[in-house]
T-cell receptor, first 114, second 114 residues
Framework: AAGVIQSPRHLIKEKRETATLKCYPI?????VYWYQQGPGQDPQFLIS???????DKGSIPDRFSAQQFSDYHSELNMSSLELGDSALYFC?????????????FGEGSWLTVV | KQEVTQIPAALSVPEGENLVLNCSFT??????LQWFRQDPGKGLTSLLL?????REQTSGRLNASLDKSSGRSTLYIAASQPGDSATYLC?????????????FGTGTRLTIIP
């Protein structure tokens, strides 16, 4: 079965640079989520989209922005990168109303800021 | 603010034993609870999802229970195998519409000793 696809899997950037992460949800899923997991920490919710509209917002810095496109893929844009942004970034997707909304996560994108 | 706690933080058991992982949450107004597995540096694999109206869910050797009123869930693993070694995370989703955020526990790192 198709899973959530994230790219790139690994990314190294310097401070103050910009990074863009991409996410392709499971086909026919209508909701996309972004989470950030720092070293040794649990995942923290950043933002979500339902049918291409922002549906909820968590602890996403103002330097970050995200959107969901007409083909349902999503991108997380991170600017003015800081060392503390180094983390594993997860994208997840679900189908609202289906079986209780099981959320499926991708393998994550490792961002290292140097 | 929802807080999710998992005890113990780490657990080592010999292969073949049955074991129970615990998850507790402070706000019982949840829509569902989901158990995940995470291997080092990898994504989150969904194991079981329990709706707030359900008491338990089973999948193979895994059984998850939910006592919403007392804010507790358990994940029972039967006949443990070395391949079960991973970090197990529980996450709760609030019941109010439009709140997409999962709140994660800090996980239990499970090691199965061959």
């Amino acid at each position: 079965a198709a899973g959530v696809i994230q790219s790139p899997r690994h990314l190294i950037k310097e401070k103050r640079e910009t990074a863009t992460l991409k996410c392709y949800p499971i086909p026919r899923h209508d909701t996309v989520y972004w989470y950030q997991q720092g070293p040794g920490q649990d995942p923290q919710f950043l933002i979500s989209f339902y049918e291409k509209m922002q549906s909820d917002k968590g602890s996403i810095p103002d330097r970050f922005s995200a959107q969901q496109f007409s083909d349902y893929h999503s991108e997380l844009n991170m600017s003015s990168l800081e060392l503390g942004d180094s983390a594993l970034y997860f994208c997840a997707s679900s189908l609202r109303g289906a079986g209780g909304n099981t959320i499926y996560f991708g393998e994550g994108s490792w961002l290292t800021v140097v | 603010k929802q807080e999710v706690t998992q005890i113990p933080a780490a657990l080592s058991v010999p292969e073949g034993e049955n074991l129970v992982l615990n998850c507790s949450f402070t706000d019982s107004a949840i829509y569902n609870l989901q158990w995940f597995r995470q291997d080092p540096g990898k994504g989150l694999t969904s194991l079981l999802l329990i709706q707030s109206s359900q008491r338990e869910q089973t999948s193979g050797r895994l059984n998850a229970s939910l006592d919403k009123s007392s804010g507790r869930s358990t994940l029972y693993i039967a006949a443990s195998q070395p391949g079960d070694s991973a970090t197990y995370l529980c996450a709760v989703r609030p019941e109010n519409f439009g709140n997409e955020k999962l709140t994660f526990g800090t996980g239990t790192r499970l090691t199965i000793i061959p």
